[in-house]
Nanobody
Framework: QVQLVESGGGLVQAGGSLRLSCAAS????????MGWFRQAPGKEREFVAA????????YYADSVKGRFTISRANAKNTVYLQMNSLQPEDTADYYC??????????????????????WGQGTQVTVSS
């Protein structure tokens, strides 16, 4: 089992940047594929970015491609989401998620919330215009 704690959210002006962190406790963080999702008020949770357990594979939602970067530091049990050129439509609660992934699928990336086993409590990001 793994516990996830997000941090780094806050209020930023349009065009600004934030870096979210997701710290994992528990065993064998490197065995988990990771993802970032977000949920705006009144909307469903949506995929933002994902990274394979190996770190070799990443994937982004079209809405954030070129602006956001997902990365992981397995030695620190942490996954990051660097968010640049933020826009008001990026305002949401951001959640990280983990999926235990076998070695033979070390390069796999998962896009659906239903594919993830563990979730953090979320961190709020507000982008003012």
């Amino acid at each position: 089992q793994v516990q996830l704690v997000e941090s780094g959210g806050g209020l930023v002006q349009a065009g600004g940047s934030l870096r979210l962190s997701c710290a994992a406790s528990g065993r064998s963080f490197s065995n988990y594929a990771m993802g970032w999702f977000r949920q705006a008020p009144g909307k469903e949770r949506e995929f933002v970015a994902a990274i394979s357990r190996s770190g070799d594979g990443t994937y982004y939602a079209d809405s954030v491609k070129g602006r956001f970067t997902i990365s992981r530091a397995n030695a620190k049990n942490t996954v990051y989401l660097q968010m640049n050129s933020l826009q008001p439509e990026d305002t949401a609660d951001y959640y990280c998620a983990a999926r235990l992934t076998p070695t033979y699928r070390s390069g796999s990336i998962f896009l659906s919330p239903a594919e993830y086993d563990y979730w953090g409590q979320g961190t709020q990001v507000t982008v003012s215009s």
